[in-house]
């Protein structure tokens, strides 16, 4: 089969073996794929796949089932299904455990859905079950414009909170108003500790940033708040204020979803199947696809990411339909 081949630095079209199908599993022929910034970090040699899935890069897959394996009931050859993957979504061909499988609900297509699992269930993941976000708590949310940032905004507002949220210029702050950011603070102008504290402070901050947000954090985070540390932008050391974290009795927890069992993954595709995407479906929360990238221009696509570019999900399509 193709799939997108990594030689050194560079990415590009190539051949690689089609993946067999394993009871539980279905094989999707793939039309539609997300791109995360899990993605680039393995691609730069930074965040290798967990023992036992592809190592081609993709964690996010929307297609036609092509084969089912062994005791699998509910899925049959042809369904238009989508789902996360430990890897492997860049290829014409990838399996997907049903446990994490989904059926494309009427009205949406193989991009729409392609741009979903890795963002919402990460958002799902660390603002409910780690967070434990309530309605009426405070909320912030570092790096709104991109993919979980605009996913993580939607769902917290959702759950009826205040939410504040960090994007670079006026064109972000703008999509994160309308994905209903109560406050918007650009972090190339303002210091976003020094507004966020003004306003209230918060309860709760998804920081997909790292490095020297830090001390920041701590410093708008209120009484018994939360820090849940998702990326590392911003690099990987910091300074923390130990005062303040005994004092203010503040918690720092670091998340990743992809080395995560799959009884987790599994309790996070069944939120997303039943809680949000009969909302998504009818357009209460919103699709957030920048662009889509035919996946021989893979390398473009993930330079536009890298460049921060994107408002949003971006896409690779596999196969034109």
Request: charged letters at 15%; proline letters at 3%; glycine letters at 12%.
């Given at each position: 089969m193709r799939a997108v081949i990594q030689t050194k630095s560079l990415l590009s079209l190539g051949q690689a073996e089609q993946p067999q199908v394993q009871a539980g599993q279905l094989l999707i022929q793939v039309y539609a794929a997300g791109i995360n910034r899990a993605d680039l970090a393995q691609a730069a040699g930074r965040y290798p796949p967990p023992a036992g899935d592809s190592p081609i890069l993709g964690l996010e897959v929307a297609g036609v089932v092509s084969a089912v394996g062994e005791g699998v009931d509910g899925f049959a050859l042809g369904d238009q299904v989508f789902g996360l993957v430990g890897g492997g979504a860049y290829a014409e061909y990838c399996l997907l455990e049903t446990s994490l499988a989904m059926k494309i609900p009427a009205g949406l297509s193989f991009t729409d859905v392609a741009s979903l699992p890795e963002a919402w269930m990460t958002a799902w993941f660390n603002l409910v079950k780690i967070g434990g976000l309530k309605a009426g708590q405070r909320v912030l949310i570092h790096a709104g414009a991109s993919g979980v940032g605009a996913a993580g905004?939607?769902?917290?507002?959702?759950?009826?909170?205040?939410?504040?949220?960090t994007a670079g210029g006026a064109l972000k702050g703008e999509f994160c108003r309308q994905l209903g950011a109560d406050l918007v603070v650009d972090y190339q102008r303002d210091d976003f500790a020094v507004i966020v504290k003004e306003a209230g402070g918060v309860d709760l901050i998804l920081d997909g940033v790292g490095g020297d947000y830090l001390a920041k954090n701590q410093a708008c985070l209120n009484m018994d708040g939360q820090i849940v540390l998702i990326g590392l932008l911003r690099g990987m050391s910091a300074e923390a204020n130990l005062g303040l974290l005994l004092m203010k009795r503040q918690r720092?927890?670091?998340?990743?979803?992809?080395?995560?069992?799959?009884?987790?993954?599994?309790?996070?595709?069944?939120?997303?199947r039943e809680k949000l995407l009969p909302l998504i479906a009818i357009g209460d929360l919103k699709i957030t696809i920048?662009?889509?990238?035919?996946?021989?221009?893979?390398?473009?696509?993930?330079?536009?990411?890298t460049e921060s570019r994107n408002l949003g999900k971006v896409v690779l399509g596999i196969i034109n339909y």
């Amino acid at each position: 089969m193709r799939a997108v081949i990594q030689t050194k630095s560079l990415l590009s079209l190539g051949q690689a073996e089609q993946p067999q199908v394993q009871a539980g599993q279905l094989l999707i022929q793939v039309y539609a794929a997300g791109i995360n910034r899990a993605d680039l970090a393995q691609a730069a040699g930074r965040y290798p796949p967990p023992a036992g899935d592809s190592p081609i890069l993709g964690l996010e897959v929307a297609g036609v089932v092509s084969a089912v394996g062994e005791g699998v009931d509910g899925f049959a050859l042809g369904d238009q299904v989508f789902g996360l993957v430990g890897g492997g979504a860049y290829a014409e061909y990838c399996l997907l455990e049903t446990s994490l499988a989904m059926k494309i609900p009427a009205g949406l297509s193989f991009t729409d859905v392609a741009s979903l699992p890795e963002a919402w269930m990460t958002a799902w993941f660390n603002l409910v079950k780690i967070g434990g976000l309530k309605a009426g708590q405070r909320v912030l949310i570092h790096a709104g414009a991109s993919g979980v940032g605009a996913a993580g905004i939607q769902l917290a507002k959702h759950l009826g909170a205040w939410v504040a949220t960090t994007a670079g210029g006026a064109l972000k702050g703008e999509f994160c108003r309308q994905l209903g950011a109560d406050l918007v603070v650009d972090y190339q102008r303002d210091d976003f500790a020094v507004i966020v504290k003004e306003a209230g402070g918060v309860d709760l901050i998804l920081d997909g940033v790292g490095g020297d947000y830090l001390a920041k954090n701590q410093a708008c985070l209120n009484m018994d708040g939360q820090i849940v540390l998702i990326g590392l932008l911003r690099g990987m050391s910091a300074e923390a204020n130990l005062g303040l974290l005994l004092m203010k009795r503040q918690r720092i927890t670091g998340s990743t979803l992809r080395a995560q069992p799959l009884t987790i993954k599994a309790e996070l595709a069944a939120a997303l199947r039943e809680k949000l995407l009969p909302l998504i479906a009818i357009g209460d929360l919103k699709i957030t696809i920048d662009c889509i990238f035919d996946w021989e221009k893979v390398a473009e696509a993930h330079q536009y990411i890298t460049e921060s570019r994107n408002l949003g999900k971006v896409v690779l399509g596999i196969i034109n339909y």
